[in-house]
Structures are given as structure tokens and as C-alpha cells.
């Protein structure tokens, strides 16, 4: 079962800043978060990922609370093309944890 | 950019029959994934392979189901004799680490039993 629990849709205006949160808060030490998308009925594209610090790349930001226990993926400016489900996962480094396990995610629907 | 490739991308197929999806991971990576996705629903595990061996598999990948890396290159799901509710996409992925290594997932093969 997914150990995330993220907003089931969210929408957002082109050229402005999507922010999508997530829960883990059972997250263990040993724990990364990354986040997927799936545009249409397309395979899942990975986005970005990490531990505890903040990461950056070219497609997205990713914002770890402190306590590890939430997180936020940033789209800093959402286009037309983003629109798709995101998934949050928490992915272990040990046993079958470090399957990605996908739960319903977000829908962000980015909007003229 | 390197990409995972399947084939075919769409298969209809009678109640019964046996079918391969191929798959054709990046060049470099040695973890191959076999995920599916009924219309409408989440993306389920169904295998992980590594080493020419299952290293994973979820309670869906029974015995009708099978997979191999027949010649280095391509990486095979085998539904012995399909159903019904074998109808669905089949996305296959890869990765260069087993841990924190991304996923790179193919466009998918959509299966439709008949």
C-alpha cells in the first residue's frame, strides 16, 4: 500500500507557480520521496527525488519538511503540457520497500 | 535521450491465448520492472528481474505469468492464457540502481482480451 496521502486534485493557472503537497508521516530514516507523473494513459516519468535536503533540477523543486514527515513538489511555472496525475512515493532501501508503490496521486489540471 | 521501448503498443488478443509483451531497456541498466495499469485504476508492481532472476514479485504475478531476458537486450512478459481482467496497460521500466535508482518507464503495450 502507498504511505502517501496527497489531495486528489488540484488545479492551477498557466505561468503560475503548482504546488502539490504530500504526506508521509510514517516515513522512516532510511526513506527517500520521489514523485512521478503520468500525462494521459502515458508511462510514469520521473520527476525528482530525495532524503532530507531541498532539491532542485530542471523539471521541478522539492521542498522536505524538517520532521521529514511531508513534503511539497514545485512546479515553478506550470504550463499547459503539466497537466497530468502526480504521484508521490516513499521508497525504502531495504526489502520490498524500495518497490515504488503508486497510490491515486494528484490531479493538477493547469489552466489557460 | 536513452529511452525504454515497447512493443507492441496495442495487442488484442481472445480469452485463452497466450501473449508476449517486449521490452526494450536503456542499454545500461541492469533492474528491469513489469508495472500495469487497468483503465481507470493505479499502476500495480507486478515484477522486478535483476541478475536473470525474479528479485520481486506482487501477489497479481502468478503462475500465468512469466518473464525473461531472452538475449541480453529485450525483456519479456508472457501471459500463459489470458483473461478478461488481463485487459489493461503494461508498462515496463528500468534502472541503473535498485535503490535510488529513478525509473524510466516505457509508453506502455495495451493488452485487450477479448
Known amino acids: 500500500d502507498a504511505k502517501t496521502t496527497q489531495p486528489p486534485s488540484m488545479d492551477c493557472a498557466e505561468g503560475r507557480a503548482a504546488n502539490l503537497p504530500c504526506n508521509h508521516s510514517t516515513i522512516s530514516g532510511n526513506e527517500y520521496v520521489y514523485w512521478y507523473r503520468q500525462i494521459h494513459s502515458q508511462g510514469p516519468q520521473y520527476i525528482i527525488h530525495g532524503l532530507k535536503n531541498n532539491e532542485t533540477n530542471e523539471m521541478a523543486s522539492l521542498i522536505i519538511t524538517e520532521d521529514r514527515k511531508s513534503s511539497t513538489l514545485i512546479l515553478p511555472h506550470a504550463t499547459l503540457r503539466d497537466t497530468a496525475v502526480y504521484y508521490c512515493?516513499?521508497?525504502?532501501?531495504?526489502?520490498?520497500?524500495?518497490?515504488?508503490?503508486f497510490g491515486r496521486g494528484t490531479s493538477l489540471i493547469v489552466h489557460p | 535521450e536513452p529511452e525504454v521501448t515497447q512493443t507492441p503498443s496495442h495487442q488484442v488478443t481472445q480469452m485463452g491465448q497466450e501473449v508476449i509483451l517486449r521490452c526494450v531497456p536503456i542499454s545500461n541498466h541492469l533492474y528491469f520492472y513489469w508495472y500495469r495499469q487497468i483503465l481507470g485504476q493505479k499502476v500495480e508492481f507486478l515484477v522486478s528481474f535483476y541478475n536473470n532472476e525474479i528479485s520481486e514479485k506482487s501477489e497479481i504475478f502468478d503462475d500465468q505469468f512469466s518473464v525473461e531476458r531472452p538475449d541480453g537486450s529485450n525483456f519479456t512478459l508472457k501471459i500463459r492464457s489470458t483473461k478478461l481482467e488481463d485487459s489493461a496497460m503494461y508498462f515496463c521500466?528500468?534502472?541503473?540502481?535498485?535503490?535510488?535508482?529513478?525509473?524510466?518507464f516505457g509508453e506502455g503495450s495495451r493488452l485487450t482480451v477479448l
Open positions: 521500466a528500468s534502472s541503473g540502481r535498485a535503490v535510488t535508482g529513478e525509473l524510466f
Open positions: 512515493i516513499v521508497r525504502g532501501a531495504s526489502g520490498g520497500s524500495y518497490i515504488p508503490t
